[in-house]
């Protein structure tokens, strides 16, 4: 399965602008000439430096994402393989070209909306001001196998950096899946963290969020239906 990269004319968008201590977001989002979305965006801190996100979803599902330390695109599912090949391919280059939008024309258009336009975003409602977000924690888990596969999702946070792991009985447990911060329409992040693990008698695993706007890391216990079987 392979997209194509949607065209300027694809673009429609929004503004929200804020501070306390002082940040900003412009988000816009584009449906391309394929039966999928695409989100990014750019964001202006209270001391002056930003952040860029760009992602795509298909048929309802995330489908890839932009790395923006790198600047290449990376698959989230399988399908996405030929879509991330071919616009991290030397003829495309289209990590380069979402740097350059996003380090400048974003950070420049959102510099103009800040100056110009704050008043009456917030006067509309258009505008979102917050300075720190909880998150909310789920935690879930499925068969894999002989082993059980348990799931973390920390979603509605921000700002973005998050510390989220699984432990049982309070030691952290490795996990070979990365875990990717991804952006919400709103301008606040979500995460999922995934272990496989084969349940022991007597074990507790949970789930350890640490987050700014947290007083204290939070933590959610996974419990497992089998302890409720007679």
């Known amino acids: 399965m392979g997209i194509s990269l949607p065209s300027n004319r694809d673009r429609t968008g929004t503004v929200c602008s804020g501070n306390s201590p002082g940040f900003g977001v412009l988000p816009a989002l584009w449906i391309a000439e394929w039966p999928g979305k695409g989100m990014y965006g750019c964001e202006l ?3 002056s430096s930003t952040r860029g996100y760009q992602q795509y979803g298909y048929d309802g599902k995330d489908f890839l994402a932009l790395d923006t330390e790198r600047w290449v695109y990376y698959p989230i599912t399988d399908q996405a393989q030929l879509s991330v090949q071919r616009w991290n391919s030397p003829e495309q280059r289209a990590g380069e070209r979402a740097k ?3 380090e400048t024309d974003c950070i420049n258009w959102l510099r103009k ?15 979102r001001v917050w300075g720190r977000v909880r998150p909310e924690v789920k935690v879930s888990s499925r068969p894999s196998g002989s082993a059980m596969k348990l799931h973390c999702q920390v979603y509605g946070f921000y700002p973005r950096d998050v510390d989220v792991n699984w432990k049982m009985n309070g030691m ?24 496989e693990v ?14 700014s706007s947290l007083d204290e890391p939070l933590s959610v216990t996974w419990v497992s239906v089998t302890k409720y079987r007679g």
């Open 113 to 127: 909306y800040l100056e110009y336009g704050k008043e009456e975003l917030e006067r509309r409602g258009v505008c």
């Open 100 to 102: 350059y939008y996003l």
């Open 172 to 195: 952290d447990i490795p996990s070979d899946e990365a875990k990717q911060v991804l952006p919400n329409s709103d301008g606040t992040y979500q995460l999922r963290a995934s272990v």
């Open 198 to 211: 084969t349940p022991e008698d007597g074990a507790s695993y949970s789930c350890h969020v640490d987050h």
């Open 45 to 47: 801190r209270g001391d």
